[in-house]
């Protein structure tokens, strides 16, 4: 659409809508015409190589045939359809996650419900949980992140809180009131995938013994991330096979949420799958469904918790669940993976992507730590101490001027070379493209981060 007022958009924008994670002041306006294959166009007639994935969410870039297609197609007999009647496509996305795709993969998975979101999603597998075992606690690993409704909105930074920018106006972050909510108890965050191990892990000591001391007949679940979307943290590969080991022995269930990195970011259809023999009780699951063609979530439960839910009445749901639209969504996107050999296409251009980043590595002091998997890699930036920049780190209380974090200056450069990438927590960058992203484009991609390191070693080293 060309014939469109983007000053007057802009006013209005700026007038009438309540942002996200920027103060009025601080927002950068960048409207967008159009999105297009792995490219963000903006009104002002330029573009941007989408580097992230958005939020490392469309998977298959942007307006994919295989979504798009088959929404369609949906659209010529499906509107909205309530949870008490069936369609076709819900049968068929449901077939295909748990049998064409998770069916080999130790025969655990049973069924599952398809949502509006995976904010959605973790509250559902968390009453599970809860409502399956009887018991209370939930605990989650510090700097993971869940969603923003109220159940999944548990740890400082990483949810629903407001913090101050540099106005004055007031001083502190203001948590949201109580959160962390009765019945969820953070454990420590795992070490980093370079960890030098020796013996268990810490983090596992440290969990057990917050374990006992709750007692773990009052814990339902631990629910975590493969790879942290939020924080950009891979674990150390020790970490989940000592975790479900543990939670195996306490009988305490394991809530496995693959919104970020399920359907293959990780270059396996499931970031769980990178530990061998181990599975969840519960899978959430969300974005990479359908390449976030539409809003999406659901989640997976094993055949123990399934033959308990459908012996009974379970008195859930949303006017949204399993919607035709997003279910033909997930059919597309699905077929077009298993038929495409996606995985393999993943892992290839991954390893491309890590390749350049460690020549990037071999020549950019600021560079810490590179860590990942199939294509999600996280850059954590150095000082010339080789310290983090912003010594809180992924503890962030996001407080004050958060121009100057690396984050925020590799975000501006970028975006200056025609690319989208940037970071989150102050001293990570993360690396998502599509699934579809070219080696040229890599290139690009690298040549950009390359001119923002430059910039932050010139402030900070």
């Known amino acids: 659409m060309t014939d469109i007022d983007w000053r007057t958009i802009e006013d209005w924008d700026r007038r009438y809508y309540l942002h996200n994670t920027a103060s009025g002041r601080e927002l950068n306006y960048a409207a967008v015409q159009r999105v297009d294959g792995n490219y963000i166009h903006l009104a002002d007639g330029s573009k941007l190589l989408d580097f992230q994935s958005q939020l490392i969410s469309d998977s298959l870039g942007h307006r994919h045939p295989a979504p798009h297609d088959a929404i369609k197609r949906a659209m010529e007999r499906y509107g909205h359809v309530f949870f008490g009647l069936g369609t076709d496509l819900r049968a068929r996305a449901a077939k295909l996650l748990v049998e064409d795709v998770l069916g080999g993969d130790s025969g655990w998975a049973s069924r599952v419900r398809f949502l509006a979101s995976g904010s959605e999603a973790c509250e559902n597998a968390i009453q599970v949980a809860r409502l399956y075992t009887?018991?209370?606690?939930i605990m989650t690993q510090a700097h993971s992140y869940h969603g923003l409704t109220?159940?999944?909105?548990?740890?400082?930074?990483?949810?629903?809180?407001?913090?101050?920018?540099?106005?004055?106006?007031?001083?502190q972050t203001r948590d949201v009131p109580n959160i962390p909510a009765?019945?969820?108890?953070?454990?420590?965050?795992?070490?980093?995938?370079?960890?030098?191990?020796?013996?268990?892990?810490?983090?596992?000591?440290?969990?057990?013994?917050?374990?006992?001391?709750?007692?773990?007949?009052?814990?339902?679940?631990?629910?975590?991330?493969?790879?942290?979307?939020?924080?950009?943290?891979?674990?150390?590969?020790?970490?989940?096979?000592?975790?479900?080991?543990?939670?195996?022995k306490h009988n305490i269930l394991w809530i496995d949420d693959e919104v970020l990195c399920g359907m293959g970011r990780l270059g396996e259809w499931f970031g769980y799958q990178l530990s061998p023999d181990i599975?969840?009780?519960?899978?959430?699951?969300?974005?990479?469904?359908?390449?976030?063609?539409?809003?999406?979530?659901?989640?997976?439960?094993?055949?123990?918790?399934?033959?308990?839910?459908?012996?009974?009445?379970?008195?859930?749901?949303?006017?949204?669940?399993?919607?035709?639209?997003?279910?033909?969504?997930?059919?597309?996107?699905?077929?077009?993976?298993?038929?495409?050999?996606?995985?393999?296409?993943?892992?290839?251009?991954?390893?491309?992507?890590?390749?350049?980043?460690?020549?990037?590595?071999?020549?950019?002091?600021?560079?810490g730590r590179i860590s990942g998997a199939g294509l999600y890699y996280v850059v954590d930036v150095v000082d010339g101490n080789r310290e983090p920049?912003?010594?809180?780190?992924?503890?962030?209380?996001?407080?004050?001027?958060?121009?100057?974090?690396?984050?925020?200056?590799?975000?501006?450069?970028?975006?200056?070379?025609?690319?989208?990438?940037?970071?989150?927590?102050?001293?990570?960058?993360?690396?998502?493209?599509?699934?579809?992203?070219?080696?040229?484009?890599?290139?690009?991609?690298?040549?950009?981060?390359?001119?923002?390191?430059?910039?932050?070693?010139?402030?900070?080293?």
């Open 134 to 137: 009887g018991r209370p606690l």
């Open 150 to 171: 109220s159940g999944p909105t548990l740890l400082r930074g990483y949810r629903g809180n407001f913090s101050p920018s540099d106005s004055g106006r007031f001083e």
């Open 182 to 248: 009765q019945g969820y108890i953070p454990i420590p965050p795992p070490e980093p995938q370079d960890f030098q191990a020796q013996g268990r892990l810490p983090s596992l000591v440290a969990t057990e013994q917050l374990m006992l001391a709750c007692g773990p007949e009052n814990i339902a679940a631990v629910i975590s991330e493969p790879m942290f979307g939020a924080a950009g943290l891979m674990p150390h590969p020790d970490y989940y096979p000592g975790l479900v080991a543990l939670l195996r």
């Open 279 to 367: 599975s969840p009780d519960i899978m959430v699951v969300g974005k990479g469904i359908n390449g976030s063609s539409l809003p999406s979530g659901g989640f997976v439960v094993s055949h123990p918790i399934a033959e308990i839910f459908e012996d009974g009445r379970w008195w859930s749901g949303s006017t949204w669940d399993a919607h035709p639209l997003v279910c033909a969504s997930i059919v597309g996107t699905i077929e077009y993976m298993l038929g495409a050999d996606i995985l393999d296409t993943v892992r290839q251009k991954g390893r491309y992507l890590r390749d350049h980043l460690q020549r990037l590595a071999d020549i950019h002091p600021s560079i």
């Open 389 to 461: 920049v912003v010594p809180m780190d992924r503890y962030t209380g996001f407080q004050g001027d958060l121009s100057q974090h690396p984050n925020n200056i590799v975000a501006a450069t970028c975006m200056e070379h025609g690319v989208f990438l940037g970071g989150f927590v102050p001293n990570s960058i993360k690396c998502g493209p599509p699934f579809t992203i070219l080696e040229s484009e890599i290139d690009l991609a690298m040549s950009a981060l390359s001119a923002a390191l430059k910039k932050v070693e010139a402030t900070y080293h």
